[in-house]
């Protein structure tokens, strides 16, 4: 049954009352008013018949999706494929030259090739001499990779460019196929067909449009798309607040047999709303956020009750995008806590938790009226060569170090690759790897030629350079801003109220109101009311470039304000998107005044500060890191400060409206700059143990905190807990102070 709906025809699920006339002896089900159907027929009436015949569904070789609610669809039993769509599970894709492993895949003599049989679903190759069969294809050569030590060397920028040239798209679809040796049962079928979700509210937000993008490897083949339990050929499906209030569950399926499970959708509609009646929090436009350094998502949902009661708007978790993880140490340390800033993929399974996780974190502490905002790493996904390619190498001279491959934070790891230190080529394409990221999906050409960020005063450096080794995405391109518009959609989706934007000052202004404008387009034409961005944008020496001149090229002040004027965003839009002030506190004013102090957000301790030797920011005798200095009382006085009378500040009811404050933990007197969150721990190494510096589990939550727990190897800091300083934060927010310990969920012994 259809419905036409926003011009668009939907699948509903509306049926009249009583059977149709159910003809193949179909016998209708009073109960549903549907027919049931004999095997081998399908359809409402049961008039279809499932390719190959009744008798003979599928030709004998596969299942049809028969029933009243099927489509007659095949899915074949292997080794059979549907390479000829008028006769669906006939192709014995396991000795057909034509079709040797998959549909249109040849397994013929050609170049190099000396015979070519097909056999088990694999070209079983005899070589010429001076060729070599790698992974069923001749390369010539004496050996499967580049001789010696050497490792590939392309892709790298000349002069001015930073386009990855198209040519590079031909090593796209590196991913093992399940009869290599290092595939993963979680890489299902990404080595062929990859996608995502597109969601779109309407004005609303009470009704939004899903769009399943799907790319074969194949372009012929045609796809089937599922919506929860409906079937159909249109990508397109509209849900409204009414028709759906649980996560939506996608699939895509090739004709060719191929699957993709995308992740669930969550839409904003089944988010809890926020219920504050007292304090000046402004429906989310001012407050006091708590960064949890290092948190697991179940602790921070123990927590959260507490945060409410304490009067925090809200809470700010590190990246929850699935990361690279590891079981060999890097530097020493088993995945250290800057691997959280080198994605993997979008999909919400990061270290500290799944999406499930996350989803009840959300939903506990909006319960609690505490919001919740993410840490967005958009700039970039993982370093060169911390990637799932299993033969890695650098070298020169007498010696040659190899590794093989990364994992991930998540329970089912995706598959990435990177263009560096590798040397072997891929047995399918015969290509050597690039920059691919299935799960996105990224491919070669969405990233930058790879260019070492050498000046940080050049706009085109400051851009496209690869940060630290960092594979750098190209956002000038149009699908690439789609995509992280996509992933910001899905956060605000699942119940996030904003985020932070990391390392923003390495996208550049142009592109970062493309992004945000196509965001803004996804949430129905305005950003949320009670959402806000802040993004990091170091300033250092390029304060001038940056921010002071606004016909420097490349400037996050009046130039970007202008900019997002012309873009068509409301006064109050751009009000919501923020400037991290980095010269806070010894230099609130780095930034020439060049925007308005409601879109500075403030802070005194913050993540990058937590490693010794950081020249990120420059506090002077303004600010105090924690877990460097381990003076309690000079930290305890700069936060209180933070609200009391803030540097810049002449207005304190009113300037700085959002200000932040680190939750972290100590780092081991090994120097590891691990996690305590067990998984820096050593005896999780496999590979290269010795020389590990181990960090221990401790527990992050402790209901029994007064915050400022003392300077010892792990121990969380839990500064958020300190009296004083919600106290001073209390007062900022026209809450009241004359409450005690028990009101604000604290020990009745913290002072």
């Known amino acids: 049954i259809y419905s ?14 009583g059977c149709p006339t159910c003809v193949n002896s179909g016998v209708c089900d009073n109960s549903t008013g549907l027919c049931t159907c004999k095997a081998g027929y399908y359809g409402l009436t049961c008039s279809g018949v499932c390719p190959g015949g009744a008798n003979n569904p599928c030709n004998g070789h596969g299942h049809c999706n028969d ?36 549909c249109a895949k ?74 290599d040796t290092d595939y993963l049962p979680s890489y299902g079928d990404y080595y062929r067909l990859v996608g995502n979700a597109h969601v779109e509210y309407d004005s609303t937000r009470k009704q939004a449009t899903v769009v399943l993008n799907a790319i074969h490897k194949d372009s012929s083949v045609t796809f089937t798309y599922i919506f929860g339990n409906i079937k159909q050929s249109s990508p397109k499906m509209v849900f409204t607040s009414s028709t759906i209030t649980t996560p939506l569950k996608t699939t895509v399926y090739g004709s060719d047999g191929s699957v993709l499970n995308l992740p669930d959708i969550d839409f904003v509609w089944n988010v809890p709303s926020i219920n504050l009646t007292q304090g000046d929090y402004r429906n989310g436009q001012k407050g006091a956020i708590v960064e949890m350094f290092g948190w697991p998502h179940k602790e921070i949902e123990t927590e959260c009750e507490t945060l409410g009661k304490m009067g925090w708007l809200g809470v700010k978790l590190f990246p929850p995008q699935e990361q690279v993880m590891s079981y060999q ?206 993004w990091e944008i ?57 925007i308005t102090s409601w879109r500075n957000v403030i802070q005194n301790d913050d993540a990058d500060q937590q490693t010794q030797g950081s020249t990120s920011r420059d506090m002077g005798d303004q600010g105090s890191v924690l877990v460097i200095a381990k003076d309690v009382q000079a930290h305890r006085q700069f936060e209180i400060k933070l609200f009391t009378n803030p540097n810049g500040a002449s207005d304190n009811d009113n300037d700085y409206p959002i200000r932040a404050v680190l939750s972290s933990y100590y780092f081991p007197a090994n120097g590891a700059r691990g996690i305590p969150d067990g998984k820096s721990d050593c005896s999780l190494c496999t590979v290269t143990c010795s020389g590990c510096e181990t960090v221990t589990y401790v527990k992050a939550q402790d209901s029994n905190s007064c915050g400022y727990d003392m300077p010892q190897d792990n121990q969380y800091t839990r500064v958020h807990r300190d009296r004083s300083i919600i106290m001073a934060m209390r007062s900022w927010m026209h809450l009241s102070t004359s409450v005690s310990n028990t009101d604000i969920g604290l020990p009745s012994n913290c002072t």
């Open 329 to 534: 140490p890097f530097d020493n340390i088993l995945n250290p806590w800057y691997f959280m800033y080198q994605p993997v993929s979008y999909h919400l399974e990061g270290r500290m938790g799944t999406r499930e996780d996350l989803r009840q974190l959300i939903q506990t502490c909006r319960k609690y009226n505490v919001r919740v905002y993410a840490d967005a790493v958009v700039n970039h996904m993982v370093g060169g060569g911390n990637d799932a390619n299993t033969k890695h190498r650098t070298g020169g001279g007498s010696y040659c170090t190899t590794w093989g491959n990364k994992t991930t934070s998540n329970i089912s790891p995706s598959p990435f690759y990177t263009q560096d230190f590798a040397y072997t080529y891929n047995g399918h394409t015969g290509q050597p790897p690039s920059q691919e990221f299935p799960a996105v999906p990224y491919g070669p050409v969405d990233f930058h030629c790879e260019r070492v960020l050498n000046s940080w005063n050049d706009p085109l450096d400051l851009n496209a350079g690869w940060l630290t080794g960092l594979t750098d995405l190209n956002t000038e391109r149009d699908n690439v801003q789609e995509r992280i518009a996509d992933y910001f959609t899905d956060l605000i989706g699942i119940g996030f109220s904003g985020f932070r934007v990391d390392a923003a000052k390495h996208i550049k202004p142009d592109d970062l109101v493309a992004i945000f404008t196509k965001f803004r387009r996804n949430m129905g034409g305005a950003l949320p009311d009670d959402f806000i961005t802040w």
């Open 106 to 179: 040849l397994c013929q003599v050609s170049q190099g090739v000396v015979s070519a049989t097909c056999f088990n679903a694999t070209c079983d190759l005899v070589c010429e001499s001076g060729w070599i069969n790698c992974f069923s294809q001749c390369i010539q050569g004496t050996s499967c990779g580049l001789p010696g030590c050497e490792t590939f060397q392309l892709n790298q920028c000349t002069g001015n460019d930073i386009v990855t040239p198209d040519q590079f798209e031909a090593s796209r679809w590196w991913t093992p196929e399940p009869t």
């Open 4 to 17: 036409l709906l926003n011009q668009e025809i939907t699948t509903i699920h509306v049926y009249p009352p």
């Open 538 to 594: 170091l300033l250092g020496g390029e304060a001038q470039m940056l921010m002071c001149d606004e016909n420097s090229g490349y400037n996050y002040g009046a130039y970007l304000h202008d900019a997002l004027v012309t873009a068509g965003f409301s006064s109050s839009d751009i009000d919501k998107i923020k400037i991290w002030n980095s010269g806070y506190p010894k230099e609130p004013d780095a930034d020439c005044n060049s």
């Open 67 to 102: 029933g009243s609610t099927g489509d007659g669809s095949c899915q074949c039993y292997f080794p059979y494929a549907t390479c000829d769509s008028q006769s669906p599970c006939t192709t014995d894709v396991s000795s057909d030259p034509k079709n040797c492993g998959g």
